[in-house]
């Protein structure tokens, strides 16, 4: 089993639309969370970190359930330039970022 | 702003001959970490220096993959002999000395085609 899972997608959005998608962390001992952006054929850029608490940044809400190990991210008001990979980050240890696969988001016009 | 720089960006090469790549992270930046990702996959930690020390290379294929960071700046990643499978993109990135280490910012990477 992968250490993070994530659905690849697409999630094929709409403009202006409302998209949401989880991630699963298998090693509860996890310490940190955040979600990458990636482009294609781009670096990963870090989008946001997530919070116990949940935490916004304009569009974009992060939540974290430890209890049942997920993470998610919803983007609201889906503009084109939200296509991209959403890639799931947990850390291990010092330094230590584990990946997932990413999701693929397709905002349309 | 300051970037991780990685040269060169793309590498086609034949299996069996050998492939070196550098970077050079944002200046300050002690620890150094390269990556690699292949298609359709997250990025994968081969290696991690803090200054010119191999913190963790537990994930690297040592009978053909090797890295140094002598001076402790910039970064040498090198395979020999290359395989298809190593076919990917290389990914370096650089965290700074104080705040949170997951704060890592990645280089525009170097696309491999091994043929």
């Known amino acids: 089993r992968k250490e993070v899972e994530q659905d690849p997608g697409p999630f094929n959005v709409p403009e202006g639309a409302t998209v949401a998608f989880n991630c699963t962390y298998s090693n509860s001992a996890s310490q940190s969370f955040f979600w990458y952006r990636q482009d294609c054929r781009k670096e990963p850029k870090l989008l946001m970190s997530v919070y116990s608490s949940g935490n916004e940044d304009g569009r974009f809400t992060a939540q974290l359930n430890r209890a049942s190990q997920y993470i998610s991210l919803l983007i609201r008001d889906s503009k084109l330039s939200d296509s991209a990979t959403y890639l799931c980050?947990?850390?291990?240890?010092?330094?230590?970022?584990?990946f997932g696969a990413g999701t693929q988001v397709v905002v349309t016009p | 702003e300051a970037e991780v720089a990685q040269s060169p960006r793309y590498k086609i090469t034949e299996k069996s001959q050998a492939v070196a790549f550098w970077c050079d992270p944002i200046s300050g930046h002690a620890t150094l970490y390269w990556y690699r990702q292949i298609l359709g996959q997250g990025p994968e930690l081969l290696v991690q220096f803090q200054d010119e020390s191999v913190v963790d290379d537990s994930q690297l294929p040592k009978d053909r993959f090797s890295a140094e960071r002598l001076k402790g700046v910039d970064s040498t990643l090198k395979i020999q002999p290359a395989e298809l499978g190593d076919s990917a993109m290389y990914l370096c990135?650089?965290?700074?000395?104080?705040?949170?280490?997951?704060?890592?910012?990645f280089g525009p990477g170097t696309r491999l085609l091994v043929l």
């Open positions: 980050v947990v850390t291990r240890g010092w330094g230590k970022l584990q």
């Open positions: 990135a650089s965290s700074p000395p104080e705040g949170l280490k997951e704060t890592q910012y």
